[in-house]
């Protein structure tokens, strides 16, 4: 896991080098940056990369203050998205002109998904689906599999996009969420 993890590390934008120990004595993770690159958008992407492999750091002092939260409106699914990072998880935010629901996750693929499929759900008062699996392929698409007690469903999307919005996407298709209309009947 740790050379595709560093291998996917190095792809963004604003990274100069990785360096990935997670089982050695000074386990951890070594990233430099490119000289004028943002430091907060690379480290949102980072958080965020970690986040969809799962990997976690404890820290005994408190975090730095964390960058500015990504959120992206989509106004061809009636929702925005707001996913942030946390000490440990991530607060996702569904909204809607007239509905907000948000939920505070764990920082894995799956509990992300769940909590972005559950709030959507409840923004657009529709019943729960469950996240059955959350992939990232070699390709660079992010594939979000759901249940909704009858039939499985699929959505997928390029992480390219950004993570916010290949979750965004992803959790739409899986939903069947493909026009604002069947997403947000209330909205004008």
Same mark, same amino acid.
């Given at each position: 896991?740790?050379?595709?993890?560093?291998?996917?590390?190095?792809?963004?934008?604003?990274?100069?080098?990785?360096?990935?120990?997670?089982?050695?004595?000074?386990?951890?993770?070594?990233?430099?940056?490119?000289?004028?690159?943002?430091?907060?958008?690379?480290?949102?992407?980072?958080?965020?990369?970690?986040?969809?492999?799962?990997?976690?750091?404890?820290?005994?002092?408190?975090?730095?203050?964390?960058?500015?939260?990504?959120?992206?409106?989509?106004?061809?699914?009636?929702?925005?998205?707001?996913?942030?990072?946390?000490?440990?998880?991530?607060?996702? @935010?569904?909204?809607? /002109?007239?509905?907000? *629901?948000?939920?505070? $996750?764990? !920082?894995?693929?799956? +509990?992300? =998904?769940?909590? #972005?499929?559950?709030?959507?759900?409840?923004?657009?008062?529709?019943?729960?689906?469950?996240?059955?699996?959350?992939?990232?392929?070699?390709?660079?698409?992010?594939?979000?599999?759901?249940?909704?007690?009858?039939? @499985?469903?699929?959505? /997928?999307?390029?992480? *390219?996009?950004?993570? $916010?919005? !290949?979750?965004?996407? +992803?959790? =739409?298709?899986? #939903?069947?969420?493909?026009?604002?209309?069947?997403?947000?009947?209330?909205?004008?």
């Amino acid at each position: 896991m740790s050379s595709g993890l560093a291998s996917r590390l190095e792809d963004i934008p604003g990274v100069a080098s990785v360096v990935v120990d997670l089982d050695g004595f000074g386990r951890g993770i070594d990233v430099r940056l490119e000289p004028g690159a943002d430091e907060a958008v690379v480290m949102e992407k980072l958080r965020a990369l970690l986040a969809a492999y799962g990997v976690k750091h404890e820290r005994e002092t408190p975090p730095p203050p964390s960058p500015p939260s990504q959120s992206r409106p989509r106004a061809d699914l009636g929702v925005e998205v707001t996913i942030s990072p946390l000490k440990s998880g991530a607060r996702i @935010e569904v909204a809607t /002109r007239s509905v907000k *629901s948000f939920r505070v $996750v764990a !920082a894995t693929p799956m +509990a992300i =998904a769940q909590g #972005l499929a559950d709030a959507w759900c409840q923004v657009v008062g529709r019943v729960p689906i469950e996240v059955v699996d959350v992939a990232v392929g070699d390709d660079g698409s992010l594939t979000v599999v759901a249940f909704n007690g009858e039939e @499985e469903s699929r959505g /997928r999307a390029d992480v *390219s996009e950004g993570w $916010v919005s !290949a979750l965004t996407n +992803a959790v =739409a298709g899986a #939903l069947g969420a493909t026009a604002r209309a069947e997403t947000d009947p209330m909205v004008s």
